[in-house]
Antibody
Framework: QVQLVESGGGVVQPGRSLRLSCAAS????????MHWVRQAPGKGLEWVAL????????FYADSVKGRFTISRDNSQNTLYLQMNSLRDEDTAMYYC???????????????WGQGILVTVSS | DIQMTQSPSSLSASVGDRVTITCQAS??????LNWYQQKPGKAPKLLIY???NLATGVPSRFSGSGSGTDFTFTINSLQPEDIAKYYC?????????FGGGTKVEIK
């Protein structure tokens, strides 16, 4: 069965960096676009970034552009989110999510991880 | 960015009732509209994709319709396990955006 397991979250000071990982299993990782979606405490869902199946195409929300980098290691079936220059407003549960499309476009999220909490606080 | 306006923000209904949630896009998104269910403390779950297609394993009491800018999500015969927050999401254009959510409670 499809499994997505996030790791790497925690408490970090403003301005510092953190790297999230998402280990995928139960499907052919190289065939799917992958996303990060976040949810601030008590708030709604916010799409963060996507990467195409081959890793050649990446898109970001304006709120993280220039600070966050999405990447993937298809040999390890793992998705990453490098988060730099973290701000208080980046505090959220971060979910990795699978998109049934190979290429970006008309993307939606058919499987989600359980989420990992990132808290930015001094 | 495409704004997604969901209504109502919350509703209370009885078991067995028909529940309807609407989602309006700020511009034409064709049928690129998806619906998710999120229970407290859990990850969202895909229910409907491309406006009206039921995701794998989702009960048939859930349905979706609409195109262009106006969309509807319906639960026929509300069940106690349907208590959750429901979100719409447009997939027509980047950035992908969500509605604000609708909290469904049992009366």
């Amino acid at each position: 069965q499809v499994q997505l397991v996030e790791s790497g979250g925690g408490v970090v000071q403003p301005g510092r960096s953190l790297r999230l990982s998402c280990a995928a299993s139960g499907f052919t990782f190289t065939s799917y676009t992958m996303h990060w979606v976040r949810q601030a405490p008590g708030k709604g869902l916010e799409w963060v970034a996507l990467i195409s199946s081959a890793g050649s195409d990446k898109f970001y929300a304006d709120s993280v552009k220039g600070r966050f980098t999405i990447s993937r290691d298809n040999s390890q079936n793992t998705l990453y989110l490098q988060m730099n220059s973290l701000r208080d407003e980046d505090t959220a549960m971060y979910y990795c999510a699978r998109d049934p499309h190979r290429l970006p476009g008309q993307g939606y999220f058919d499987y989600w991880g359980q989420g990992i909490l990132v808290t930015v606080s001094s | 960015d495409i704004q997604m306006t969901q209504s109502p923000s919350s509703l209370s209904a009885s078991v067995g009732d028909r529940v309807t949630i609407t989602c309006q896009a700020s511009q034409d998104i064709s049928n690129y509209l998806n619906w998710y269910q999120q229970k407290p403390g859990k990850a969202p779950k895909l229910l409907i994709y491309d406006a009206s297609n039921l995701a794998t394993g989702v009960p048939s009491r859930f349905s979706g319709s609409g195109s262009g800018t106006d969309f509807t999500f319906t639960i026929n015969s509300l069940q106690p396990e349907d208590i959750a927050k429901y979100y719409c999401q447009q997939s027509d254009n980047f950035p992908l955006t969500f509605g604000g959510g609708t909290k469904v409670e049992i009366k």
